[in-house]
């Protein structure tokens, strides 16, 4: 059960990366809330198996830090990254038709 509530922090987490950084419109609503969700469960089973208790509370600050820190690294660097593609996209097709891409 606690799985799912540190999946559902990593994705509520991952929604407020998305809204909080520039370029929110050249990256899909769901992927950065996606890779919150997935960092958080996949450091909250790591730590289990390490044996950290799930009702401890370092377990929780840590899965969530982690999941905050991929959510805002992967909404920094996305959109700029894929600014950039469309830019160099754009200006391939701007020089050499459409039929030729």
């Known amino acids: ?5 540190v999946t559902l922090g990593g994705a509520i987490i991952g929604i407020a990366a998305h809204f909080l950084f520039p370029l ?3 990256r899909g609503v769901a992927l950065v809330p ?5 960092v958080a469960a996949v450091v909250w ?3 289990t198996w390490l044996g950290w208790p799930w009702d401890g509370g370092w ?8 999941s905050a820190i991929a959510s805002a690294a992967s909404a920094w660097l996305i959109g ?3 600014q950039k593609a469309d830019d160099a996209r754009f200006e391939h097709l701007s020089r050499h ?4 891409a």
């Open 1 to 5: 059960m606690e799985l799912l509530f």
């Open 24 to 26: 929110r419109k050249l």
């Open 34 to 38: 996606a890779i919150g969700a997935g």
């Open 45 to 47: 089973v790591a730590l």
């Open 59 to 66: 377990i929780w600050v840590v899965s969530l830090a982690a």
């Open 80 to 82: 700029p990254g894929r």
């Open 97 to 100: 038709g459409l039929g030729k």
